[in-house]
């Protein structure tokens, strides 16, 4: 009300102070619009936490080529064909005796993992005259091997959708 009163006394003309009044009517929205920029980000868009499946990878026994992490959703190509059938391939660099894989954005489901520790970056699991592997291997749920690789029922667990820890040991 005293802002009003003190426009009307330095304005002359009606249209002069109206449009003042409107100027500042503007200036308070620009102002109120970038606050609100700016304190969005921190409350708008504030990381989640995103439910996931962390796989601790154990047993490594030296730090060549890169250890894969396969992903299945289905029977279908598990565990040799890897590179065609899994949903998420994560590839990391050997560094010591340790690897950690995380696996973001997956729905509730039944999975199975297939781990590849490719010392010579060829992209497959080799092995010798037999078929016996010699680079490092290992699946979920305690999956062997036994006279063959295990079956996806073998190695399939159940994933709710919330945040789920594992870990698999390489087999040499």
């Known amino acids: 009300m005293l802002n009003n009163i003190f426009y009307r006394l330095f304005f002359r003309n ?9 100027s500042r009517k503007f200036s308070r929205l620009i102002f109120w619009l970038a606050i609100s920029l700016v304190l969005l980000p921190s409350r708008g868009f504030a990381q989640m936490d995103y439910p996931f499946i962390n796989v601790k990878i154990q047993n490594i026994i030296n730090n060549n080529g890169v250890i894969a992490c396969a992903l299945f959703e289905s029977e279908k190509g598990f565990p040799s064909k890897s590179l065609k059938f899994a949903s998420t391939i ?61 079956s996806f029922s073998d190695a399939v667990f159940s994933y709710d959708g919330g945040h789920l820890q594992m870990s698999i040991s390489l087999n040499y």
Not at 120 to 140: A, C, M, Q, V
């Open 14 to 22: 009606a249209e002069q102070f109206q449009m003042i009044s409107f």
């Open 90 to 150: 994560i590839l990391t660099q050997v560094v010591g005796k340790h690897a950690s894989f995380k696996f973001s954005d997956i729905k509730p489901g039944k999975y199975a993992i297939v781990v590849i520790h490719d010392e010579n970056r060829d992209g497959k699991l080799d092995s010798n005259l037999f078929g016996i592997p010699t680079e490092g291997y290992g699946f979920s749920s305690g999956a062997e091997v036994t006279m063959s690789a295990p």
